[in-house]
């Protein structure tokens, strides 16, 4: 049966010489679909560019429901980014956020709120200049849609405990937060996104909560790995 939905491109993996499986979140949930003759065929209608990550699409396929590959058989670019395209840092920012929406997102069931979530924030990072610290508030803020959202309660608190997810006055066994990254990790917890450029941080602090962020995942996902662009984000951004 088909349906239609948005989706947003998470990942595209080739598949022998001519084929694409493509990873897409859509507003039915995490769906995977095999894309034949798509990187061969010149006549075919639907094109390995519309499969860039995190493009956002309209997809009219055939979904089995059985977690196999689904079909597509028409797409159409949903919101075509304006400044995305042509912008070295937000288009690193568009790699690195992709990778971790990939090793993060499992569950292959309907999430509304998670999917909306992800598509204004990207909508917001394509209209804004000021964008520095957007990966950081989108990964905290992805936090709350994973189940591992930090408790926001005892904010004065002298540490914050990475593994249990709060704040505390007990110093942490290991992965804790303290001094000037706790200051600046409950500056990012208090804000929301038209508030970034209330933030005053250099590379340096970027780089600490960015890690701190990084690993706080690696702590509550298990099989969540160090995203490989991480080292050409922290370059970009440093």
């Given amino acids: 049966m088909l349906s239609t939905t948005k989706a947003i491109v998470l990942s595209a993996i080739k598949y022998s010489d001519a084929d694409l499986i493509v990873k897409c979140y859509t507003q039915l949930g995490l769906k995977s679909y095999l894309l034949k003759r798509v990187l061969k065929s010149k006549k075919a209608k639907i094109k390995a560019a519309y499969f860039q990550p995190l493009t956002h699409l309209e997809l009219v396929a055939k979904h089995n429901n059985k977690g196999n590959l689904n079909f597509i058989k028409e797409v159409k670019i949903n919101y075509p980014y304006k400044t995305i395209p042509f912008d070295i840092a937000k288009q690193t920012m568009i790699l690195f956020l992709s990778e971790v929406l990939s090793k993060s997102i499992h569950e292959e069931e309907e999430n509304n709120l998670l999917f909306e ?100 995942f690696e702590l509550h996902l298990p099989g969540f790995q160090k995203p490989k662009s991480l080292a050409i984000l922290k370059t970009v951004f440093e």
């Fill in 117 to 216: 979530y992800i598509e204004t924030a990207l909508i917001w990072l394509d209209t804004n200049d000021e964008v520095a610290n957007f990966h950081l508030l989108f990964l905290l803020n992805l936090t709350r849609h994973l189940g591992f959202y930090p408790e926001k309660e005892n904010t004065d608190a002298l540490f914050f405990d990475l593994e249990e997810g709060r704040f505390t006055n007990s110093i942490p066994r290991s992965n804790g937060v303290t001094a000037e990254n706790l200051t600046h990790l409950k500056a990012l917890l208090g804000i929301n996104f038209e508030g970034l450029n209330s933030l005053k941080f250099n590379g340096l602090i970027r780089q600490s909560i960015l890690d701190i962020l990084v690993h706080y």
